[in-house]
């Protein structure tokens, strides 16, 4: 099995709210990521976690804040956004970081009023 | 630099008619050349991972190969369910600039028409 699943799958959000993106795995990986997709873009990265640890953060603002609860769970908390942080967030696994493939999610269509 | 190029951006086909995909990349250390394929909308699906030139993996009507420089997806007799945008992306090693994440091309989207 190789499914990470997100939810929501769209999330209208205005900019004075606070939300959260959800992603969980069960394929054992131990590294999971963020990306951002704007529309006819590739995906950007913005964290990796490696082992629950927060490895790299793409200089990323901080109304978005990431964690990792355990090993298969991942989330990205939203607060005051901008219009222009509306996109299709992506989330993504792998065995180890830097290893391997990435699995990607089917992502969360985010709109910011 | 690290950089991943591909071509075209768009391609059309009729249904049947055979062509390449291209990305060539510039980096250093290549650790493995990943596709994927991504509908509207919808997160990237894993095709194929390549680690060294002369290295081929094939899935249905796709096949990839691989270069020093450049990786190649085949399509054979496309169909119209192929329609979607194919992207290309790089690692490095874990060590390098990129500290092992993966480096994206900006895709090319295919249309296939019945």
């Known amino acids: 099995d190789t499914e990470v699943t997100q939810t929501p799958k769209h999330l209208v959000m205005g900019m004075t709210n606070k939300k959260s993106l959800k992603c969980e795995q069960h394929m054992g990986h131990r590294a999971m990521y963020w990306y951002k997709q704007k529309a006819k873009k590739p995906p950007e990265l913005m964290f990796v976690y490696s082992y629950e640890k927060l490895s790299i953060n793409e200089s990323v603002p901080s109304r978005f804040s990431p964690e990792c609860p355990n090993s298969s769970l991942l989330n990205l908390h939203l607060h005051a956004l901008q219009p222009e942080d509306s996109a299709l967030y992506l989330c993504a696994s792998s065995t180890e970081q830097g290893s391997y493939e990435q699995y990607f999610g089917p992502g969360t269509r985010l709109t910011v009023t | 630099e690290d950089q991943v190029t591909q071509s075209p951006e768009a391609l059309r086909l009729q249904e049947g008619e055979s062509s390449s995909l291209n990305c060539s990349y510039t980096?250093?250390?290549?650790?493995?050349l990943f596709w994927y394929r991504q509908d509207p909308g919808k997160g990237p699906e894993f095709l194929f991972t390549?680690?060294?030139a002369g290295e081929e993996k094939e899935k249905e009507r796709l096949k990839a190969t691989l270069t020093k420089k450049e990786s190649f997806l085949h399509i054979t007799a496309p169909k119209p369910e192929d329609s979607a945008t194919y992207l290309c992306?790089?690692?490095?090693?874990?060590?390098?600039?990129?500290?092992?994440?993966?480096?994206f091309g900006k895709g090319t989207k295919l249309s296939v028409k019945p």
């Open positions: 390549l680690y060294s």
């Open positions: 992306a790089v690692q490095t090693n874990f060590y390098g600039g990129s500290q092992g994440n993966l480096i």
């Open positions: 980096v250093s250390g290549l650790r493995g």
